[in-house]
């Protein structure tokens, strides 16, 4: 985490905060110092809640520049197979080509390797060439057009993140400059340059609201979704085995009980 630029300004307000008004008194009335002006209290306080505010916005603006960094990096990945798979697929291709014109004499015996990879072919250009809307999962889709959609959803939520953190960084300028102007209004025992700073200080907030109702939301995978993903076709959950004996099971016949043997 960063070093709080206002740091040592704080530390002056604090120190005139509790030092300054009993001087103050002294040489008016010479009766201590508990009985100063209020608002210099009040200032003091105004730097603590802006120094706060500081450092929660600096957190999120942190945040959220980490997420967009990792969403980016996780876009590059996708793009990067999107890439491969486009030239795996052109390959394909290519040795389709290849494998009709040689099997276009009906004559020519096909020989066993060379059929296997034109089977293996037909299948990667089916799992290449599968709708992003039929992908079991689409955060791990096998299609290329799956990947592309996905690749730019990840971009968009990068971009989305990185303009929610600027949004926080200017914010947080906004409450540090504010606490300047803080010290500066007890230093000089100026009220107006207070005024100035809660000023600044609202208009922080405007921006810090306005980056929290812009920030991105990711929905997460539904758990049900997830497993019915990794389900293999006619595989049984644990516990399905148990359950279908129990449903088969012949019940006695109607007066065949033991009763009816005694009689």
Same mark, same amino acid.
């Given at each position: ?107 020519? !015996?096909?020989? +066993?390797?060379? *059929? ?6 037909? #299948?990667?250009?089916? %799992?290449? $060439? ?10 791990d889709p096998k299609g290329v057009e799956g990947l592309s959609k996905l690749a730019g959803r990840l971009d968009d939520l990068s971009k989305e993140h990185l303009e929610t953190h600027e949004t926080f960084e200017l914010s947080e300028t906004l409450f540090h400059i504010s606490i300047a102007v803080v010290a ?37 995978? !539904?758990?049900? +979704?997830?497993? *019915? ?6 595989? #049984?959950?644990?516990? %399905?085995? $148990? ?21």
């Amino acid at each position: 985490m960063h070093d709080d630029p206002t740091e040592h300004v704080q530390e002056e307000i604090h120190h005139h905060a509790t030092h300054g008004e009993e001087h103050d008194e002294k040489g008016h009335g010479g009766h201590g110092g508990h009985h100063g002006p209020g608002w210099i209290t009040a200032a003091a306080l105004t730097a603590a809640l802006l120094a706060a505010l500081a450092a929660i916005t600096a957190s999120l603006a942190n945040s959220h520049l980490t997420n967009s960094t990792l969403k980016r990096i996780s876009a590059l990945d996708r793009w990067n197979q999107f890439q491969a798979k486009q030239i795996k697929s052109s390959e394909a291709d290519t040795r389709l080509m290849q494998y009709n014109a040689f099997t276009a004499d009906a004559a020519v !015996k096909v020989p +066993a390797p060379l *059929a296997k990879q034109h089977d293996d072919d037909l #299948k990667k250009k089916k %799992e290449y $060439n599968q709708p992003a809307d039929d992908e079991k999962n689409p955060e791990d889709p096998k299609g290329v057009e799956g990947l592309s959609k996905l690749a730019g959803r990840l971009d968009d939520l990068s971009k989305e993140h990185l303009e929610t953190h600027e949004t926080f960084e200017l914010s947080e300028t906004l409450f540090h400059i504010s606490i300047a102007v803080v010290a500066i209004a007890v230093v000089a025992k100026r009220k107006e340059f207070w005024y100035m700073s809660m000023v600044g200080g609202v208009v922080g907030l405007f921006f810090f609201a306005r980056a929290m109702s812009h920030a991105p939301v990711e929905k997460p995978e !539904k758990p049900e +979704a997830a497993a *019915a993903s990794s389900e293999k076709p006619g595989e #049984k959950r644990p516990g %399905e085995e $148990n359950k279908a004996p129990d449903e088969h099971k012949e019940k006695p016949a109607e007066g065949t009980g033991p009763a009816e043997h005694a009689g």
